[in-house]
């Protein structure tokens, strides 16, 4: 089945103990990103990466680091959790092009005390 | 400014009832996807249709429909005959080609309740 899996779908952690988020496709995109989704502010951009070895910034980067050394895989690590980070993420796919939409993940749901 | 705007942040609809959920766009690029999600409250993120900016005919998908009006730069889903597993958080977003096709930046959604 083609799809988009991050896990953990929830993670509860103390600000400043690092963590990460791990994302996996299977439909051989070229292209993956990080969204974050808060209440009132819709889903904002972290980080995306058009192929393996290029990443990119998106709106909200401060916090947060990636890499992608295998085209299936594109973890999401933050070194030193804050509060200020809980939120629902999710990691999302596609082919680059005009019309490709985006295959997103389940959503991590992140708590940091 | 904002490249996607929503302007309701909730709709009430009844069953069988259509409903039309705005969406306006800023953008000078004149290649551009207009794409449509539905998150239900379980919390994933369903692809529902796609307006590209230069197909001729708005697109339709079953009971979705986009009112694409170009000059408006608006891009409207028409949901028709609701039914109670259409109440979810809607969201518009686009695809630049001067990203690369790369960015989906999204509005910040509007909450649908369909009621029995």
């Known amino acids: 089945e083609a799809q988009v899996t991050q896990n953990p779908r929830y993670l509860i952690t103390v600000t400043g103990k690092k963590l990460t988020v791990t994302c996996s496709q299977n439909?051989?995109?070229?292209?993956m990103s990080w969204y974050r989704q808060d209440p009132g502010l819709g889903l904002r951009q972290i980080y995306y990466?058009?192929?393996?070895?290029?990443?990119d910034k998106g709106d909200v980067p401060e916090g947060y680091k990636v890499s992608r050394k295998e085209k299936r895989n594109f973890p999401l690590i933050l070194e030193s959790p804050s509060p200020n980070q809980t939120s629902l993420y999710f990691c999302?796919?596609?082919?680059?092009?005009?019309?490709?939409?985006?295959?997103f993940g389940n959503g991590t749901r992140l708590t940091v005390t | 400014a904002q490249k996607i705007t929503q302007t309701q942040p909730g709709m009430f609809v009844q069953e069988k009832e259509a409903v039309t959920l705005d969406c306006t766009y800023d953008?000078?690029?004149?290649?551009?996807?207009l794409f449509w999600y539905k998150q239900p409250s379980s919390g994933e993120m369903i692809f529902l249709i796609y307006?590209?900016?230069?197909?001729?005919q708005n697109a339709t998908e079953g009971r979705y429909s986009l009112n694409f009006q170009k000059a408006r730069k608006s891009a409207n889903l028409v949901i028709s005959a609701s039914q109670l597993g259409d109440s979810a958080m809607y969201f518009c977003?686009?695809?630049?080609?001067?990203?690369?096709?790369?960015?989906?930046?999204f509005g910040k959604g509007t909450m649908l309740l369909v009621s029995p």
């Open positions: 999302a796919s596609s082919f680059i092009g005009q019309n490709s939409p985006l295959h």
């Open positions: 977003a686009m695809r630049e080609s001067d990203s690369g096709y790369s960015t989906l930046t």
């Open positions: 439909m051989n995109h070229e292209y």
């Open positions: 307006q590209g900016s230069y197909d001729q």
């Open positions: 990466s058009m192929n393996v070895e290029v990443t």
């Open positions: 953008t000078s690029d004149p290649s551009y996807g």
